[in-house]
């Protein structure tokens, strides 16, 4: 019988040394295997007959390496043999391998696997050699408890993983310097190393720490510095915040100062100062502020036009020039801007002008730059007051239908009269429009039938007789405009000539009379109209209507630029050209 090599320490030799010859190790084929093979090869077939295939070459090889006392490269074929047949008693063999590694953590496991797997088929003696093993090699070892503070988290012992946390059970450890290492998502990883001593059971708090992408920027400027930082203004004077990790702009600018800037790189949980040291400049002009601003158009208007600018509540700022340039539309001078002269630094504005609603913008006023703010402010009209039909543009050419009624017995020895419909043809206008005035100068012709409507005479007559009649006039009176809607009313002189076909022809007599007109005009250029008139012949006591419809054409520049025009204020700073 060949014994074992000591594998524990001096103190424990004698007890080893006996319990390992009391375990029977003996030599199968100069192979170190256990007595308790050698009892199961008595009473039935020993692991190299049972084994076959990929798990006896295993097994075979894993023997002459344990003999040569490569216990590392045993200790993988004895597990590829075991994978290989699950045959329990092949546990014991890699026990064997593990305890000549040192690795007395692992025997106690293997061993506890070798019961358990093996509990139908392995004798008393078996188990109970086993169970003696075990409490030979448990003072040298330690079980610790893992608290980790997340769930969730894999937990490694010597680079081994032992679980994933919550970890319910103690974790067996070899004596000696253990390294621990949790690893989790959105964790900083932690190491640490564990000095395990012959304690039978120790408690390890293992305390996660969330990953923070972020360091502190501090940055000392002078008191009237503004800092921005990556391009937005964040302090005055001093800045002392977090930020993220990463390279970020800081510029640093003050009145009478040259401005400063500079990139600085933060890392996770690092504190970055800076003190900026600025360089005093000449102070240059106040900044200007330049103001372009329309009344429902984008045209600027100046401040005899009715432009007012406030500065920070009640307080009028005063004009220091008008900027004028010629317009070839319009042949004349026009306002290009009105420039004002500001104190630096931040400013509301509000921006007013006659007949027009007020608005507010805020600037940033700089010494080294010009503010400019343009822009159109709405009517403070009334809806139904403006529109095109409220600020028309006097030119007007109409087209339309034109369809007389009435009775005709002037001069005709027996009375005709046609209805609405009867006598249709057209009409041409031409017009001046202004807002509550209009004066309008039409010719209507139109053809059609009147009926005969009595026979008070003996003349032979027709009953029906052809209609032309041709038509005059020069009207005017007030207009009424809402938006798109107006309406108008007035007198009208004018003159006319009747034809009454086989009845009477020739006919001529001026008129008098007075209208009424209805304007739609939901285009800046174009509308419809129609227009009721009641006429009296100046030889004639029976009084004539008539209809005209149709459409018109009033164009309206102001219009087209009110609605092309966005309403609002904008507020831009640009650089002092030299």
Same mark, same amino acid.
């Given at each position: 019988?060949?014994?074992? *090599?000591? =594998? ?89 391998? *593990? ?35 075990? +409490? ?42 253990? *390294? ?49 930082? $990556? ?51 000449? %102070? ?13 158009v984008p045209e600027p208007k100046a401040p005899e036009d009715g432009l007012v600018v406030y500065v920070?509540?009640? $307080? ?9 340039? =010629? ?7 026009? #306002?290009? =801007? ?5 104190? %630096? ?42 529109? %095109? ?6 030119? /007007? ?26 006598? #249709? ?10 807002? =509550? ?8 012709? +139109? ?59 020739? #006919? ?5 009379? #007075? ?14 109209? +129609?227009?009721? /008139? ?16 149709g459409v018109y054409y009033q164009p309206n520049a102001r219009c087209r630029r009110e609605r092309a ?14």
């Open positions: 019988m060949r014994t074992l *090599h000591v =594998w524990l320490n001096k103190s424990a030799r004698t007890c080893v040394v006996c319990a390992a010859t009391s375990l029977g190790l003996n030599a199968v084929g100069n192979s170190p295997v256990f007595a308790a093979q050698a009892r199961k090869a008595a009473a039935g077939k020993s692991l190299s007959q049972s084994l076959v295939g990929s798990a006896k070459a295993d097994f075979d090889a894993a023997k002459t390496l344990a003999t040569d006392g490569d216990y590392a490269t045993a200790l993988i074929k004895f597990q590829s043999a075991y994978e290989a047949s699950k045959d329990p008693r092949l546990l014991w063999n890699v026990a064997f391998c *593990h305890k000549n590694l040192r690795h007395y953590a692992k025997v106690l496991f293997t061993l506890q696997r070798y019961i358990n797997e093996g509990a139908a088929t392995l004798g008393t003696n078996d188990k109970k050699e086993a169970q003696d093993l075990i +409490a030979l090699i448990e003072p040298f070892t330690t079980r610790a408890n893992l608290n980790v503070s997340e769930s969730g988290a894999n937990v490694y012992v010597d680079d081994e993983l032992v679980g994933i946390s919550p970890v319910s059970i103690p974790v067996v450890l070899d004596i000696g310097e253990r *390294h621990l290492r949790v690893v989790k998502e959105g964790y900083y990883t932690l190491e640490k190393t564990l000095p395990v001593g012959g304690n039978s059971e120790v408690t390890v708090d293992l305390v996660l720490e969330k990953e923070v992408h972020e360091g502190r920027l501090v940055v000392n400027a002078p008191t009237s510095a503004t800092i921005a930082l $990556d391009g937005k203004p964040v302090a005055s004077g001093k800045l002392n915040q977090s930020i993220g990790s990463g390279a970020h702009q800081i510029q640093v600018t003050a009145p009478g100062l040259r401005p400063f800037q500079t990139e600085v790189v933060v890392q996770d949980k690092e504190t970055r100062s800076l003190d900026v040291i600025m360089e005093a400049v000449t %102070p240059p002009e106040k900044p200007k502020v330049r103001v372009a601003v329309g009344c429902a920070d509540g009640p $307080d009028v700022l005063p004009a220091s020039s008008v900027k004028r340039k =010629w317009s070839e539309e319009r042949h004349e001078n026009v #306002v290009e =801007w009105v420039e004002y002269t500001i104190a %630096p630094g931040q400013h509301r504005l509000r921006i007013s002008i006659t007949d027009c609603q007020a608005r507010d913008v805020t600037i940033n006023a700089d010494p080294q730059r010009v503010t400019d703010v343009s822009g159109a402010l709405e009517s403070d009209r009334a809806y139904l007051l403006r529109g %095109p039909l409220g600020s028309p543009g006097w030119f /007007r050419t109409a087209l339309g239908l034109f369809m007389p009624a009435g009775e005709v017995k002037f001069k005709v020895p027996e009375r005709y009269s046609g209805k609405l419909g009867n006598v #249709v043809g057209g009409t041409v206008e031409l017009g001046l429009v202004g807002r =509550w005035f209009g004066a309008y100068a039409q010719a209507s012709y +139109a053809k059609g039938s009147f009926g005969r409507d009595g026979f008070s005479t003996r003349y032979t007559l027709p009953q029906s007789a052809d209609v032309a009649w041709s038509q005059v006039s020069l009207r005017m009176g007030p207009r009424f405009p809402f938006h798109s809607v107006a309406l108008g009313l007035g007198v009208e002189v004018g003159a006319q000539q009747l034809n009454l076909n086989q009845v009477r022809t020739g #006919v001529s007599t001026g008129l008098v009379g #007075v209208f009424s007109e209805l304007d739609i005009q939901p285009f800046c250029d174009f509308g419809l109209f +129609a227009l009721v /008139r009641v006429d009296k012949p100046t030889e004639h006591e029976e009084a004539f209507g008539s209809l005209s419809t025009t966005v309403m609002g204020l904008l507020g831009r700073e640009q650089a002092i050209k030299p």
